[in-house]
């Protein structure tokens, strides 16, 4: 399966609401914390949503559509460089 980044996202919390709203669309995501510390618990570190590939466009149109309607997912131009 080739996964491809969808969106990076303030904390895990966040990602989590995104993974699950994309899986009730039937579009396969996972989140990618980026961090060892994960089996620590929640991370409050930003994390990046991941999608399979064939799937991406639909996945950026539920992305944009959140975006318009405000929902709570803080969406962030995190570089992945800031990705731990």
Same mark, same amino acid.
């Given at each position: 399966?080739?996964?491809?980044?969808?969106?990076?996202?303030?904390?895990?919390?966040?990602?989590?609401?995104?993974?699950?709203? !994309?899986?009730?669309?039937?579009?396969?995501?996972?989140?990618? *914390?980026?961090?060892?510390?994960?089996?620590?618990? $929640? /991370?409050?570190?930003?994390?990046?949503?991941?999608?399979?590939?064939?799937?991406?466009?639909?996945?950026?149109?539920? !992305?944009?559509?959140?975006?318009?309607?405000?929902?709570?997912? *803080?969406?962030?131009?995190?570089?992945?460089?800031? $990705? /731990?």
């Amino acid at each position: 399966m080739d996964w491809t980044h969808l969106t990076t996202v303030s904390d895990q919390l966040n990602a989590e609401l995104l993974v699950q709203a !994309l899986r009730d669309e039937n579009i396969e995501a996972v989140i990618n *914390a980026g961090d060892t510390a994960g089996f620590l618990g $929640v /991370t409050p570190n930003p994390c990046r949503v991941m999608v399979v590939g064939d799937r991406w466009s639909e996945a950026i149109a539920l !992305l944009e559509e959140w975006e318009r309607d405000e929902h709570p997912v *803080a969406m962030q131009d995190i570089p992945d460089s800031e $990705v /731990t």
